[in-house]
């Protein structure tokens, strides 16, 4: 078990600029979540997949944002023309199945200048 | 929608001695779980109790325990010989209806050497 893992854990761009973010699940889970969290707040559920199928989508999701898990194992998200407001910590989970326990990676500092 | 609410921005304890931190919810789900999650400063969020709403049984991991008053939607985790790594946010969360785990805003746990 080594564990979810994110890629890159900090990145910094300029406003308007698109990002990447890649996450890697715990092997054998099928299910992969996105979350966001904001300083001094609690993380915020994004977006989660069940092998390839995205499943649900939260309203803060905008048009700009876009995650994909293309072979139901790792899975991207896309940030683009980047706003300020986008400055956050971008956090991975993965679980076994639905009702377990969702184990996290490092997450992904994003910085907007 | 789930509402997880945590009252003690803040919390500091002695090391040895025992801490509650309180969290209420709410959920119009008959069927979900609760955990609580610690996150270290710069380190990833991980999972330090998981409860399920039918079980009347309060769950106790080691030195972590819970107390779990489903009439009142209330989920306190109470850490007894607290140690110096025990220092973290604790977030209280609640998963029921969809994948999605909901939290609450944190509490941030000091302890005292």
């Known amino acids: 078990d080594t564990g979810v893992s994110q890629d890159p854990r900090h990145k910094i761009t300029k406003r308007g600029q698109n990002v990447t973010f890649r996450c890697d699940p715990i092997s054998e889970h099928n299910r992969l979540y996105w979350y966001r969290q904001t300083l001094g707040q609690g993380p915020e559920f994004l977006t989660y997949?069940?092998?390839?199928?995205?499943?649900?989508k939260s309203r803060l999701l905008s048009d700009r944002f876009s995650a994909e898990r293309p072979k139901g194992s790792f899975s991207t998200l896309e940030i683009q023309r980047t706003e300020q407001g986008d400055s956050a910590m971008y956090l991975c989970?993965?679980?076994?199945?639905?009702?377990?326990?969702?184990?996290f990676g490092d997450g992904t500092r994003l910085s907007i200048l | 929608a789930q509402t997880v609410t945590q009252s003690q921005p803040e919390m500091s304890v002695q090391e040895a001695e025992t801490v509650t931190l309180s969290c209420t919810y709410d959920t119009s789900e008959s069927d979900y779980y609760l955990f609580w999650y610690k996150q270290p400063p710069s380190r990833q969020m991980i999972l330090v109790i998981r409860q399920e709403a039918y079980k009347q049984q309060n769950a106790t991991e080691n030195r972590f325990s819970v107390n779990f008053q489903k009439a009142a939607k209330s989920f306190s985790l109470k850490i007894s010989d607290s140690q110096l790594g025990d220092a973290a946010m604790y977030f209280c969360?609640?998963?029921?209806?969809?994948?999605?785990?909901?939290f609450g805003k944190g509490t941030k746990l000091t302890v005292n050497p």
């Open positions: 989970a993965s679980s076994l199945e639905g009702g377990q326990p969702q184990h």
């Open positions: 969360v609640t998963q029921g209806g969809s994948e999605k785990l909901v």
């Open positions: 997949f069940q092998n390839e199928a995205q499943l649900e």
